[in-house]
């Protein structure tokens, strides 16, 4: 049985999760009671700071990272191999002393490898299910665009719903859940770019890039003895990170910047450059982003730049131009960030 919008699943770190019904009033009213501001302010930046233990001058992938987290979002990640994918994603989950599965995405992979199987038990004389890689909390989807359209579909519905479907019955996936999928850029042979639908689901795309040199000096020298992954602590339980996303949820946004989001994205659809402009979920993703930064720079409530910000990574890869090339990305930026000038700021 999936869990209700109406619902916090219960915290889960290993195998399939039950839902249990938590209402978002009694969520949040343990937040209050649990949680003040500064204690807020103190768990995310004692969160950046571990994370950072393990990965060198990246504190705006870090934030984009924990952005996701808190929205209960999914991040696509698309740079070259060795700037850090792997190290981030395995940085936040042991920061979350969360369950971590690293799926390396192939051309022969199958649904079932990602999901998981029903196996007939003869001793009981009934099928018995064996979870897949995806019962995790935090998933890192490495090259997915090398693996075929079938079994990326798979990953719909955990992506959106939270939950894996097989044999007709549906296992509601462990909380908190999270999918870091990467994608190499510059290499197209043996890869199956991913359809729209698929990168509708995923709140930010972002690019890690390469770190600078002082950040790349200190790096090296900093795994000299061992992997400063390997010293890293739990810092934020599963259940704390289900009351900061509740937290999240609470952040006040005020109608103006409603409007705002709202009118970035019909300007996306009104583009005669554009074949695709922002859906609806997109919008939700960018109003969830905002709120979530606004948590992480320590307000209760969303201002223009907390929009502005993060409308380039939330939005760019929701919108198709009309004609696509090689250069692609480069134009639906450009477009996007003309659009982004040209709409006024709420005061």
Known sequence: MSASADSIPSTSLSGPAEAVPVSREEAARAVREEHGDATVREKIATLVTNIEKAIVGKRESVKMVLIGLLARGHLLIEDVPGVGKTTLARALAKSLDCQFRRIQFTPDLLPSDLVGVSIFDQSEGAFRFHPGPI??????????????????????????????????????????FMVLATENPIEYAGT????EAQLDRFLLRVTLGYPDRDSERAMVKSQKLAHPLDSLQPVVTGKEVLQLQEIVRQVTVDETLVNYILEIAARTRDSKALALGVSPRGCLMLYRAAQANAVIE????VI??????????????????????????????????EILEDVPVPL
């Not at 320590?298 to 409530?301: F, V």
């Open 135 to 176: 019962f995790a909390n935090v998933i890192l989807a490495d090259e997915i665009n090398r693996t075929t359209p079938r079994t990326q579909s798979a990953l719909l519905e955990a992506l959106n719903d939270f939950q894996a479907s097989v044999d007709g019955v549906t296992h509601a996936l462990p909380q908190p």
């Open 192 to 195: 199956y770019p991913l359809p």
């Open 298 to 301: 320590g307000r209760k409530y």
């Open 304 to 337: 223009p730049d907390d929009v502005k910000r993060l409308a380039m990574p939330v939005l760019c890869h929701r919108v198709i131009e009309k004609s696509r090339d090689a250069g692609g990305k480069r134009d639906a930026e450009n477009i996007l960030s």
